[in-house]
């Protein structure tokens, strides 16, 4: 068995609503994502699954728990230090892809890497090949208005490999395509991660798409279902 890239210790997350009022939408979550698996996150809508993602991202803070990196609590970090985390170590794909309106799918791409401040020549080579992958190639110039649904996923998912990242995190990312373009994207994404040797974790309703995960983790009532 693979060892843990990323591990999960006793996450809770409550929201105040109000004055004496709460809501505790995860009840204590431990979980392993493997180094090299493709994992499935489902469950109900509104049970947490997209704050469970968030939070082994480290886009959230838990209410109380631990995600374990490299042998440490992400959580100790302050904030700059927990942006360089994501940076370096996560890609991230969205249900809405979150593109920059006003860049190209090419400098949309390329973004993460030169906030890095990598060598820019060597950047836009890295995000045209990546395009390239994702049947993208003659749409490098174009910003996000001028691309349908499915292809500024795409581009949202090349962005998310640009930093050669340990662990890519998505949620629903088909969820606002229709089941074609839903299809095209699934396969497109799954056979990226398995040539490329990538751990993957997606949040998803969709029992096909969670048929061909290595391992589905469901939960129910802020907790994983056994």
Not at 45 to 59: D, N, Y
Not at 105 to 113: D, F
Not at 187 to 203: D, E, H, P, Q, S
């Amino acid at each position: 068995m693979n060892k843990p890239v990323l591990s999960a210790k006793h996450i809770h997350k409550r929201y105040c609503m109000g004055k004496n009022l709460h809501l505790d939408v995860l009840k204590g979550i431990d979980m392993d994502i493997r180094s090299g698996e493709i994992l499935a996150i489902m469950g109900p809508s509104g049970v947490g699954k997209s704050t469970l993602l968030h939070i082994l991202g480290g886009l959230d803070r838990p209410t109380q728990g631990s995600v374990i990196f490299d042998d440490k609590d992400i959580f100790r970090s302050n904030d700059e230090m927990l942006a360089r985390f994501r940076n370096q170590y996560i890609g991230f794909v969205f249900q809405f892809h979150h593109l920059l309106p006003e860049f190209t799918a090419l400098e949309n791409v390329a973004m993460p890497s030169l906030i890095r401040r990598r060598n820019p020549k060597d950047v836009f080579t890295k995000a045209k090949k990546l395009l390239a992958e994702v049947d993208l190639k003659q749409r490098l110039q174009h910003k996000p208005r001028e691309l349908s649904g499915g292809e500024q996923q795409r581009v949202a998912f090349a962005r998310a490999l640009i930093n050669d990242p340990v662990l890519i995190l998505a949620d629903e990312p088909s969820g606002n395509l229709d089941m074609t373009n839903s299809l095209a994207l699934h396969r497109l994404i799954w056979n990226l991660v398995r040539r490329k040797g990538k751990t993957f974790a997606v949040v998803t309703h969709n029992e096909e798409l969670a048929a061909r995960a290595d391992r589905v983790v469901r939960l129910y009532d802020g907790k994983i279902k056994t």
